[in-house]
């Protein structure tokens, strides 16, 4: 059982550049989501969803885009990366909402510079 | 965006010592969870606390759930090697699933 995997693990992009940030995972999980952390900052959410076609902004959506065609599947799309994009992105899943009685489960990480 | 207060920023302490981190909020949570996250790897879920003044443990960590329902604790006890790693709380709002996660506790061994 695979879980949450995320690819690449490590990226670096030039201003401007565009990238796709992939995810699945195989748990059947309704909800999926993705954060951004940086030091000092804790996990930030960018943005969710709670299902296949549906998706929802975060706390920190600016810059980036999703889409959520499939269950497995929760990519996320920078246009046009900036520096300020520069930090460690993690995928996460859980059965339902955000773990009140269904824990979320998290990817590796992607780290992601940006020059 | 709405933040959770998480201290200290980083401990370094001796194996064997006993550790204690905390989290307050300026808001009242339904839901209090402590995450640690290894190196290299995301966070993992260590302790849910669903109740006001809940005292919960696992293995050698034990957390607390505020009766203020604005802060909550974790301890660690006789602390190893494995215990490295940065701890995270996050606190779930009423009728609101979204988490907010704390800014972390690096936690360090000193050989």
């Known amino acids: 059982n695979a879980g949450v995997t995320q690819t690449p693990k490590f990226q670096v992009l030039k201003t401007g550049q565009s990238m796709t940030l992939q995810c699945a995972q195989d748990?059947?999980?309704?909800?999926m989501s993705w954060y951004r952390q940086d030091p000092g900052m804790g996990l930030r959410l960018i943005h969710y969803s709670v299902g296949a076609g549906i998706t929802d902004q975060g706390e920190v959506p600016n810059g980036y885009n999703v889409s959520r065609s499939t269950t497995e599947d929760f990519p996320l799309r920078l246009l046009s990366a900036a520096p300020s994009q520069t930090s460690v992105y993690f995928c996460?899943?859980?059965?339902?909402?955000?773990?009140?009685?269904?824990?979320?489960?998290f990817g590796n990480g992607t780290r992601l510079t940006v020059t | 965006g709405q933040q959770l207060n998480q201290s200290p920023q980083s401990m370094f302490i001796q194996e064997g010592e006993d550790v204690s981190m905390n989290c307050t909020s300026s808001s009242i949570f339904n839901t209090w969870l402590w995450y640690k996250q290894d190196p290299g790897e995301g966070p993992v879920l260590l302790i849910a606390l669903y109740k006001a003044g809940e005292l919960t443990s696992n293995g050698r960590l034990t957390a607390q759930f505020g009766i203020t329902r604005k802060d909550s604790f974790l301890n660690i006890s006789a602390s190893i090697p494995s215990d490295v790693g940065i701890y995270f709380c996050a606190g779930q709002g009423f009728g609101n699933e979204k988490l907010t996660f704390g800014t972390g506790t690096r936690l360090t061994i000193i050989p």
């Open positions: 996460a899943s859980s059965y339902s909402g955000q773990g009140v009685k269904s824990p979320l489960h």
């Open positions: 748990m059947n999980h309704e909800y």
